[in-house]
């Protein structure tokens, strides 16, 4: 217990900074309903065990997050789709299915099995990324927001957008709701318009616009998650296989004839054929792709990057460096790297405000987002405690609620390299944090805010009563500068407390290693559908637009294969 504790510690200071943290224990971790499984996805998902060493099919998608499930379900519909992913099902991990379960969703993890993995960037900041089907979208705090307008013009992509808004209302007709406010985010939201003056209030509404707005959620009334792996039940059960705990080991590429190539002095261009993966016991699997299909990489900022590398797609000197053979010289895969920081304070209400996950968020036109939450926190009371009486071993929750911000962007990039040519193993992560001056800037003014709104009358209830009468937050962890119109002092804080939001992307940026329709420069039947594509996120939060994507790219490929006569098999 002692050894699972201190990997839950990091990620649990990184969520709640550490001054009150006293000694966290997992044998209080609130029970969670078993789930069931869902009939339907037992004629389709099986073990990687299960499955055929050698097989073919039309389209090979290598990641069942956020974006590879709607594009496998959507793909499906006319041919024989493998979706392979690391992760096992949600149903058997119930601290999945219910907001309840996120903190201990994101801290209780393992080296190769929990449905979040964690990492460290060399920052020391910690993260995580989704290892099980549904990916980041069964791990995340469930907020819905369509993209900001002017993404779609900056993002590189050649976006039909009729069809993206129809790839949207696709999405939200199965996995997106109407979430029930209640105190904590009802005078969260006043503070957001009364206080910070974030203008007009947009009431419930899944479009990006400045002001302050509902947003969508991926829970239910009842409080069930749903996810991206919830839209596989659109799929044509007769074309598709999910393939689960299953390690890609690389992509199977080979050279066309230069006698195909348009003109005859090109060198011999390679193309994606297949993938090697390898299944719980060790055993490889060659799984191939027929006729005009393709491989397609939805493994996220980290994992299509990483594939890439290891598959000889990359910087040939840097390859040449892991004795990897260079297949196709690629100079920026791994490159453009970002991770949005989040900043924040956090406090222990006085009044009981329950737990609530990102609901209501701030729009500025000042480059920043503002959001808040509220969590439900296990602490272990001292023995000696002259506070709590009981057992020693009585557990105390205690709720913490939280403000943060996120800034748009960011213009701050990193990389990624390997750390080693086991693909199970996590490569070196870099995001460089506030190295730009403009991040900084931003995150001065997105606190400034959150300063605006605790000095609210809208957050007086939530104040602990004081000696000589005086109401003050209980902080945990630091608060805001006393004077927050110093520029050092708010800049100094935003150093101090960055944190990550878990929106990072880029890797295998568009017009650097995709172009404008996701294919890979340079490789013939190869793509990356993820957000390793993007250089900017889209909006205050992603996971909308990542679903939107899936979709999008498999109607568009669709369209493509029957525009050329492609759907015969």
């Known amino acids: 217990m002692a050894k699972r504790n201190e990997k839950l510690f990091p990620i649990l200071v990184s969520l709640i900074p550490p001054l009150f943290i006293l000694v966290l224990s997992l044998l209080f971790v609130k029970p969670f309903a078993q789930p069931q499984q869902d009939p339907e996805f037992v004629q389709f998902i099986f073990n990687s065990t299960e499955l055929p060493t050698e097989d073919e099919y039309d389209y090979i998608i290598v990641g069942g997050g956020t974006s590879g499930c709607p594009l496998a379900a959507t793909l499906s519909t006319n041919y024989k789709v493998l979706l392979v992913e690391r992760g096992g099902n949600m149903n058997e991990y119930p601290n999945l299915i219910n907001q309840e379960g996120f903190l201990s969703a994101i ?21 995580a990324r989704g290892r099980v089907l549904g990916g980041s979208s069964a791990i995340n705090a469930g907020f819905y927001s369509r993209a900001d307008s002017d993404f779609y013009g900056v993002s590189g992509f050649n976006w039909d957008l009729d069809l993206v808004n ?59 998650r749903h996810t991206s792996a919830g839209l596989l039940t659109h799929s044509n059960f007769s074309n598709i296989r999910v393939s689960l705990r299953a390690s890609v080991e690389r992509i199977i590429l080979n050279s066309i004839s230069s006698e195909t190539l348009i003109e005859p002095t090109d060198r011999p261009k390679k193309s994606a054929i297949g993938i090697v993966y390898r299944d719980q016991i060790g055993r490889h699997h060659h799984a191939m792709i027929r006729g005009k299909g393709e491989v397609i990489l939805c493994a996220g900022a980290i994992g299509s990057p990483q594939l890439l590398l290891l598959s000889g797609i990359g910087p040939r000197p840097y390859l040449s460096s892991w004795g990897i053979p260079v297949a196709h010289h690629l100079p920026y895969v791994g490159e453009s790297l970002y991770d949005n920081p989040r ?26 987002y503002i959001e808040a939450a509220s969590n439900i926190v296990p602490f272990m009371s001292s023995p000696h405690s002259v506070f709590v009486h009981g057992p020693a071993s009585s557990p105390l929750y205690l709720t913490v609620a939280t403000i943060m911000e996120k800034i748009v962007g960011p213009l701050s990039v990193g990389s990624l390299r390997l750390a080693s040519t086991d693909v199970r193993v996590q490569p070196i992560i870099r995001f460089n944090y506030f190295s730009n001056p403009e991040d900084l800037k931003r995150c001065v003014e997105g606190m400034r805010i959150v300063g605006e709104i605790l000095r609210g009358a809208s957050m007086d209830v939530f104040k602990t009563r004081e000696f000589f009468g005086r109401r003050e937050f209980r902080y945990v962890g630091s608060g805001l500068p006393a004077n927050q119109s110093d520029d050092g002092l708010m800049e100094d804080f935003c150093k101090s407390t960055v944190n990550t939001i878990w929106h990072y992307h880029g890797g295998s940026v ?9 294919r890979v420069i340079g490789v013939d039947s190869l793509r990356v559908v993820d957000g390793s594509t993007f250089s900017i996120s889209p909006g205050t939060n992603p996971q909308a637009t990542l679903m939107m994507m899936g979709r999008y790219v498999g109607v568009k490929i669709l369209e493509e294969r029957k525009g050329r006569g492609g759907d015969t098999i």
């Open 343 to 368: 900043n924040g304070i956090s406090f222990i209400p006085s009044r009981p405000i329950g737990q609530s996950l990102i609901q209501v968020v701030g729009i500025t036109d000042r480059g920043t």
């Open 107 to 127: 801290t209780q993890v393992d080296t190769y099995d929990s449905p979040a993995e964690s990492f460290t960037s060399e920052e020391g900041v910690p993260n």
């Open 510 to 518: 568009v017009g650097e290693v995709v172009d404008s329709e996701f």
């Open 166 to 224: 129809r790839s949207y209302e696709w999405i939200e007709e199965s996995v997106v709701f109407t979430p029930e406010l209640r105190n904590w985010q009802s005078a969260f939201r006043d503070g957001l318009l009364q206080a910070a003056n974030i203008t007009p209030y947009n009431g419930f509404n899944l479009n990006h616009l400045i002001g302050t707005k509902i947003g969508g959620t991926t829970f239910d009334s009842s409080g069930r």
